[in-house]
């Protein structure tokens, strides 16, 4: 009976302590294990005994914090925190700090840093070795010091470290799609993050974890709330809650943006009377060069200020898919962002305007309308304007060719628009690591100016020169209690500040600071886990839309397959993109068909246009082509169309079976969830597959060949 009971309360422990230490994934990737390596861990006990950091602003007790929090728990041991460098074996300092300059010494240039940027040196101060991290600001020194532990906490060596590093980017944001009501648009994370009920007198902790995890990875902006706004948002009571989030931001170095609806200055009761689209304001029009309407904005913005100093600026999405702009009133897109820049300029805000238009009016083929619409206004927005458009001419596809704005627009700065939730790969439902995807974008040559005009290039303002420079990502955060829905989605935030910082990061090395930091150092976890990873963004476009077929997902919930969608809008039908038929499949976009070729610089439009030099990965994107067609593979069209329905599937099986390889490796609340994830994904693609294949197979007449 003893033996028995011991037992019995021995086991009772174990469960428990295995649900109180289980990873439920809220850490992110700053958990902060001991190091298990015993040879780094020497080396880092040695080289870290004791922290000095010498500012006395909020952010520097963040670094304090942050330094003390990691450092204990990577080093498995407390670090003595004192006031003199002498005492230091970690010293963090700006040149404001006394001696500083002379202790890193002449040789290290901070004018070359920058206002974010940081240098961490190993050098010897007083004959003793010591590390150093410095910088211009604050905040900087807040980068560097998530830069160090991150070095720590993927056992890189810290002997005779020299780094420098400062971002590629100047405004580095994520845009939230979040509504008031606390629904997310194209978000499946749970809901909100934000508790407008609550504000601004009850805090939810979750609000400095949010800005703490983006500190960590250099994002410097957050939209609040969906690009189609609410105009409720900026009334007082709103933006006294806003004022609170942005006090917490703050000296995590994040500004507050916010979306804006065109129409706010528009009374209520006057655009209920005229069954219009109506604001908060007390106003009958919206119309950008009304005197009225741009005191209203500009009375709006001082209000804003007041409460929030260094607010950012406005995010707007006008005349686009039911959303008021200044086109109702007969003006120009610039006409709005210029109106709305006028207002912020003397605060130093800025005007994101999205080009994200798709009048049905300017051009039969939806891709082509944004070009149409917004090159013909380059050099006429004024300077602290931006045109936001996404990566691609279309909608956030697996794969789509860039949007060919970038490069079209010479004297308007452009913010490249990612999207890092997975509205049509998979939601946060399928393991897709993004960073692939983003990399084909950063490295796609426009030829704007010649070979070398990459899109990395234009948006970071090495091209073009532009005054500013801006990436935007629409976030994939919700009240999950693992943020993102995904354990693996964690990853594509992750990757979107990495790259944002630095574009020149490769997936890969993204992908194995990720996993060391979130799941294992483990050679072997981390060879198989970074394995799975690199090539589950192509197995999406595989299992969805192979070979440039595009836009063919369900109607509205943009989940599954839904090819055979033929209602409502023209262009918002899936075979208005495939165009199937018992001749072949794609969409004819070439000189002899919609022309949107000609929207590309040579030498890129020749290639496209030629069936034959036509990437394999775009050909249906750009041209209809034949069932037969001899692919480079010596595949007919229809062959090679099945080969990779298939070898998209096959690609998750492979996925399941690296996974299940690791059970033994991985935290066990971890493991369920992305086996149980996985096991949908599998479903899901052979349900694409099946879909596609059968459905096409009524036009292609032939056999569907089940081997990839």
């Known amino acids: 009976m003893h033996k028995a009971f011991l037992l019995f309360l021995f086991v009772t422990l174990s469960s428990l302590c295995h649900t109180v230490f289980a990873d439920d994934g809220y850490n992110l990737w700053l958990k902060y294990p001991k190091v298990d390596d015993k040879e780094r861990l020497r080396e880092y006990r040695q080289t870290i005994s004791s922290v000095v950091v010498s500012g006395k602003s909020s952010t520097c007790q963040i670094i304090r914090d942050e330094l003390k929090k990691g450092l204990s728990g990577l080093l498995g041991k407390d670090i003595l925190f004192g006031n003199s460098s002498k005492a230091g074996s970690l010293i963090v300092g700006t040149p404001r700090t006394s001696g500083f300059i002379k202790m890193m010494n002449a040789a290290v240039s901070f004018n070359k840093l920058g206002a974010e940027g940081y240098i961490i040196r190993s050098m010897k101060i007083d004959g003793k070795r010591s590390l150093v991290i410095g910088a211009n600001n604050d905040i900087g020194l807040l980068y560097g010091a998530f830069h160090l532990l991150r070095l720590i906490q993927t056992h890189r060596s810290l002997a005779d470290l020299d780094t420098i590093s400062k971002p590629k980017i100047q405004y580095r944001i994520l845009n939230h799609w979040d509504n008031l009501d606390g629904t997310i648009e194209r978000g499946y994370a749970g809901k909100s993050l934000w508790k407008w009920d ?12 949010y800005a703490r995890v983006n500190a960590s990875i250099g994002i410097n902006g957050t939209v609040l709330n969906n690009v189609n706004a609410n105009p409720n948002i900026l009334k007082t009571e709103y933006l006294k809650k806003i004022s609170k989030l942005a006090d917490i931001s703050r000296p995590y170095g994040i500004r507050v943006f916010l979306s804006i609806n065109f129409s706010s200055p528009i009374s209520s009761q006057f655009a209920l009377d005229n069954n219009r689209k109506g604001g908060i304001g007390n ?5 950008p060069l009304d005197p009225e309407v741009k005191l209203w904005w500009k009375n709006k913005v001082k209000e804003i200020y007041d409460l929030i100093p260094d607010f950012g600026g406005f995010l707007v999405k006008a005349n686009s898919e039911g959303m008021p702009g200044p086109q109702d009133y007969n003006r120009t897109h610039f006409d709005g962002a210029n109106m709305l820049a006028e207002a912020l300029a003397p605060y130093h805000g800025i005007v994101m305007w999205r080009a994200f238009v798709y009048n049905a009016d300017v051009d039969p083929d939806r891709v082509k309308r ?12 004024l300077p602290n304007v931006f045109v936001q458009a ?3 001419p279309l909608d956030f ?9 970038f490069g079209a627009m010479p004297k308007t700065p452009l913010m490249l628009e990612l999207q890092i939730t997975q509205e049509y790969l998979g939601h946060s439902t399928h393991l897709v690591y993004l960073a692939p995807m983003w990399k084909e974008y950063f490295q796609f040559d426009t030829y704007a100016k010649g070979q ?3 899109l990395a290039s234009i948006i970071d303002g090495s091209l073009e020169h532009y005054q500013m420079t801006g990436i935007a990502g629409v976030t994939n955060i919700g009240d999950d209690r693992n943020w993102c829905g995904h354990f693996f989605a964690q990853a594509n935030w992750f990757a979107y500040g990495r790259l944002a910082w630095d574009h020149s990061l490769s997936s890969k090395e993204i992908a194995d600071e990720w996993i060391k930091m979130t799941i294992s150092n483990d050679s072997t976890v981390v060879y198989t886990v970074q394995s799975m990873m690199m090539g589950s963004r192509e197995a999406c476009v595989n299992y969805m839309t192979p070979l440039g077929l595009h836009h063919i997902m369900q109607v509205d919930f943009h ?5 055979q969608h033929n209602e409502g809008r023209e262009d918002w039908r899936s075979t208005y993109y495939h165009k199937a038929d018992s001749i072949g499949l794609g969409f004819d976009r070439s000189s002899t068909g919609s022309g949107a070729v ?4 040579s030498p890129l439009q020749k290639k496209f246009d030629n069936l034959n030099t036509c990437p394999e990965k775009y050909l249906l994107w750009f041209h209809h082509v034949a069932w037969d067609y001899k692919m480079k593979s010596g595949k007919t069209l229809w062959e090679e169309l099945c080969a990779k329905y298939y070898s998209g599937t096959k690609y998750i099986d492979g996925m399941i079976s690296q996974w299940s390889s690791l059970k033994s490796s991985i935290d066990p609340e971890i493991y369920a969830h992305v086996q149980t994830k996985l096991e949908t994904q599998k479903t899901d693609a052979a349900i694409w597959r099946d879909t596609c294949l059968q459905y096409f197979q009524k036009f292609s007449k032939r056999p569907i060949d089940t081997s990839p």
Not at 198 to 209: A, E, F, M, S, T
Not at 283 to 287: F, I, P, Q
Not at 559 to 563: E, N
Not at 598 to 601: G, P
Request: net charge neutral.
């Open 198 to 209: 609550d504000l601004p007198g009850k805090i939810d902790n979750r609000y400095y974890d």
């Open 283 to 287: 106003l009958k029009t919206s119309d």
């Open 370 to 381: 944004a070009y149409k619409e917004f090159v013909p206004f380059d050099g006429k927005f």
């Open 390 to 392: 996404k990566n691609g």
């Open 397 to 405: 596809q697996p794969r789509e060719p860039i949007q060919p704005l």
């Open 452 to 454: 070398g005009s990459t």
């Open 559 to 563: 989940y599954g397959p839904g090819p």
């Open 598 to 601: 000609s929207q590309y610089f």
